[in-house]
Each structure stands twice: as C-alpha cells, then as structure tokens.
C-alpha cells in the first residue's frame, strides 16, 4: 500500500456537498414587478442604456420612468459626489477597470442637492468580461435623516434634562460637605430631601429612557399575571389626594362585570399614572375616569376599554396626530415629552390601541384598550 492509499484510508472520508443553487430568475418569472420594489432599481444595457426605471426610482429621482428609458444613464440618473463631481465620470462602469464588480453604498446628490444612498453591480458575462448590465439600487435618505434626527433631540433632551437635577444634587451635597456645622437640622433635611427628589427624577428619566430602547427594538418584555384594573385605578386616585388633590375633583364610573385581564402591572400602573398625572396637571375641573368592558358590537376582542377625561382646554385639532410622538409638549407641558411615547408602546406591546379625542366637556381625552391577554396554557 503506498502512501498516498494509507493517507487515504486513515483521512475521514468526505462526503461531497450538493452546489449551492444559483438564482438567476429573472424577476419577472418570479412574479414580482420591478414597480413592487420598496427602492429604486435602475438597469442600463451594455450600452448604457436605461432598461428599467422602476417607480420608486421615479418617485426618489421626481423623474418620469417613460422620460428616462432608452436615455444614457448619466443622462437619465446625473449624479454627483458631496464635493460636486460628477459620480459616473468618476466610477466609468463601462470604460473602467474589467475585474470590479460595483459601487459600495454612497450618499450622492441629484441636481437641485437632494441627497440618496446609491449602490452599483456591475453584472458581466464571464469574469474580467465587458459590462453586460449595470444595475443602480436607490434608496431615500429621508427616513435616515428622521433617525438621526431624533436621535440627535433624545441626546440633546437627555442632557438638559440630567443637567439640572445632578447641578442641584452636587451643589446640596458639596454645601452639606462643607460646611455641616452651620446648619440647623432642619436646614439639613430641607437639603437632602432636595436631593432625594432630585435623585428620583434623574432615576425616573434613566428609566424613560430604557423603556424607549425596549419599545423601539421591539424587546419591551411583559410579566403577564391577573390584574384589577378597578382597584389600579382607585390606588391611583388614592395618591392625588394623599398629594393635596380634592377628593370631589375625581370621578370615576365603572361597568360590571369587567372580563379579567392579564397583564404586566407595573406597566400598566404606569400608563394609568401618565394619564392621570396629564389629567391633574394640564387639564381643569373633574377628572372623569370610566372602567367598561370592550362592547362585543365593536370590537371581535374580549378586553377593558379605560377612558381618561379632564375638563380642560383640550388639545389642540393640528397636534392630534403628533401627541404619542417623541417629544411632544403641549403649550403648558414640560417634561422630556416621552410619556405618551411610552404610554403608546406598551399598550400596543399588550395588544391593545390609544387614542386621544376631545371629551364631553371640551378637555383632553385619552382612551386605551386591553384584550383580555389570558395565557394559552389557561384556554
């Protein structure tokens, strides 16, 4: 036996893997119209012709796809770089070097300076061949722009927010640290309890803002266990009063029998305080609160439809559709402007809906619905 047969025999025999399939269909054979994708598709032939100009592409470019077949794609899609030089001069797809096979994603500007991702294959018909086709994806930046954006207002509310609070925090507790002595105990508490609530904003704010984490990738979790929806209201209630709130500024108005109801709550502790806390704070007169289950003419879900009212000025028709949105004051509202963002999210995150409407009286509004949410195993 030679060597090379030993080897053999003592190698683990290896089992041949099937070839990986290649997708070639064109799209149309998989039933899918250029015009469905979600981005900008622009083809040129080898001759750098447009083939195909889909309508994202039109809508992205504001050019008309019958105005830019059949023209050259510098011509139909003139692009430039950030420092104004024109972006196919730069790359030649057609002219260029045979071994590349396209353009990474690059910001680029359309003539009036509108800017758009853009990406290029260069498709060719066997290795280091001439371009057969060119095929130039688009992509809005807008979207991007909105994140970037936002995430910019979080930082920059997150930082006024925290500076005041810590300010006032170092500023009591270097003075406790000073100068002890030449404080009377009561001047002591005063300070402390200063800081204390200082303290409790900022751990307020830290959480707001793992809950907007929690809510935007989607990861907010839920402790599901059987919850009186009544009785959360009334402790709630109970807090404004103890807080110096009148008793008769409260009304609540109940609906038995009311399904029961699974869910987180501490969440929903939290969406009953928001709404209460807006109620007392922004609104006038008689906070009505009513508890009724969700009417089976209306809705196919069994569920707790809670409706927060107060008797206000309202908010405003033109801020309706802004009011769970990151931010959003209203006139007299302060605050970082994330409760009803985060109110939203874990409504929906328990399968429920928000709205916000004017009430009978004229004032704000809030309506939230539970489903009943009961576990699996208990069905």
Same mark, same amino acid.
């Given at each position: 036996?030679?060597?090379?047969?030993?080897?053999?025999?003592?190698?683990?025999?290896?089992?041949?893997?099937?070839?990986?399939?290649?997708?070639?269909?064109?799209?149309?054979?998989?039933?899918?119209?250029?015009?469905?994708?979600?981005?900008?598709? !622009?083809?040129?032939?080898?001759?750098?012709?447009?083939?195909?100009?889909?309508?994202?592409?039109?809508?992205?470019?504001?050019?008309?796809?019958?105005?830019?077949?059949?023209?050259?794609?510098?011509?139909?899609?003139?692009?430039?770089?950030?420092?104004?030089?024109?972006?196919?001069?730069?790359?030649?797809?057609?002219?260029?070097?045979?071994?590349?096979?396209?353009?990474?994603?690059?910001?680029?500007?359309?003539?009036?300076?509108?800017?758009?991702?853009?990406?290029?294959?260069? !498709?060719?018909?066997?290795?280091?061949?001439?371009?057969?086709?060119?095929?130039?994806?688009?992509?809005?930046?807008?979207?991007?722009?909105?994140?970037?954006?936002?995430?910019?207002?979080?930082?920059?509310?997150?930082?006024?927010?925290?500076?005041?609070?810590?300010?006032?925090?170092?500023?009591?507790?270097?003075?406790?640290?000073?100068?002890?002595?030449?404080?009377?105990?009561?001047?002591?508490?005063?300070?402390?309890?200063?800081?204390?609530?200082?303290?409790?904003?900022?751990?307020?704010?830290?959480?707001?803002?793992?809950?907007?984490?929690?809510?935007?990738?989607?990861?907010?979790?839920?402790?599901?266990?059987? !919850?009186?929806?009544?009785?959360?209201?009334?402790?709630?209630?109970?807090?404004?009063?103890?807080?110096?709130?009148?008793?008769?500024?409260?009304?609540?108005?109940?609906?038995?029998?009311?399904?029961?109801?699974?869910?987180?709550?501490?969440?929903?502790?939290?969406?009953?305080?928001?709404?209460?806390?807006?109620?007392?704070?922004?609104?006038?007169?008689?906070?009505?609160?009513?508890?009724?289950?969700?009417?089976?003419?209306?809705?196919?879900?069994?569920?707790?439809?809670?409706?927060?009212?107060?008797?206000?000025?309202?908010?405003?028709?033109?801020?309706?559709?802004?009011?769970?949105?990151?931010?959003?004051?209203?006139?007299?509202?302060?605050?970082?402007?994330?409760?009803?963002?985060?109110?939203?999210?874990?409504?929906?995150?328990?399968?429920?809906?928000?709205?916000?409407?004017?009430?009978?009286?004229?004032?704000?509004?809030?309506?939230?619905?539970?489903?009943?949410?009961?576990?699996?195993?208990?069905?």
């Amino acid at each position: 036996m030679s060597v090379g047969t030993r080897r053999q025999a003592g190698a683990r025999r290896s089992v041949p893997r099937p070839a990986a399939p290649r997708i070639d269909t064109p799209l149309g054979e998989l039933g899918v119209d250029p015009d469905d994708l979600p981005d900008g598709l !622009v083809v040129a032939d080898e001759k750098g012709r447009v083939v195909c100009f889909n309508a994202a592409a039109g809508r992205i470019t504001a050019v008309r796809p019958e105005d830019a077949l059949g023209h050259p794609v510098e011509d139909a899609l003139p692009l430039e770089d950030l420092e104004g030089r024109r972006w196919w001069q730069l790359t030649d797809p057609y002219g260029g070097l045979a071994i590349r096979t396209g353009q990474p994603e690059r910001n680029l500007l359309l003539p009036g300076g509108r800017e758009v991702l853009v990406s290029a294959r260069y !498709v060719r018909t066997r290795p280091t061949g001439p371009l057969h086709r060119l095929v130039v994806s688009l992509r809005d930046t807008e979207a991007r722009r909105r994140t970037e954006r936002s995430h910019a207002e979080l930082i920059a509310t997150v930082a006024h927010e925290l500076r005041s609070p810590l300010t006032s925090v170092k500023g009591f507790t270097a003075t406790l640290l000073a100068k002890w002595e030449r404080f009377t105990d009561d001047q002591k508490k005063l300070m402390l309890e200063t800081v204390d609530a200082d303290a409790n904003r900022v751990t307020r704010l830290i959480a707001e803002l793992l809950d907007i984490s929690r809510i935007d990738s989607g990861r907010l979790e839920l402790r599901r266990q059987p !919850v009186d929806i009544a009785a959360a209201v009334g402790r709630h209630i109970q807090s404004h009063i103890a807080a110096g709130q009148a008793p008769d500024r409260f009304l609540v108005r109940l609906q038995q029998p009311l399904p029961d109801l699974w869910a987180d709550p501490d969440k929903i502790d939290q969406v009953l305080s928001n709404l209460l806390e807006n109620a007392v704070r922004h609104g006038e007169g008689t906070v009505t609160i009513d508890v009724a289950p969700l009417p089976k003419e209306h809705s196919p879900l069994e569920g707790t439809a809670v409706t927060v009212s107060d008797e206000g000025p309202g908010i405003p028709e033109e801020s309706m559709g802004r009011v769970f949105t990151r931010f959003w004051r209203g006139s007299k509202r302060g605050g970082t402007g994330l409760g009803l963002y985060i109110v939203k999210g874990i409504v929906e995150a328990h399968g429920g809906s928000i709205t916000v409407g004017r009430g009978p009286s004229g004032g704000a509004e809030f309506r939230f619905t539970l489903p009943v949410g009961t576990p699996g195993y208990l069905l």
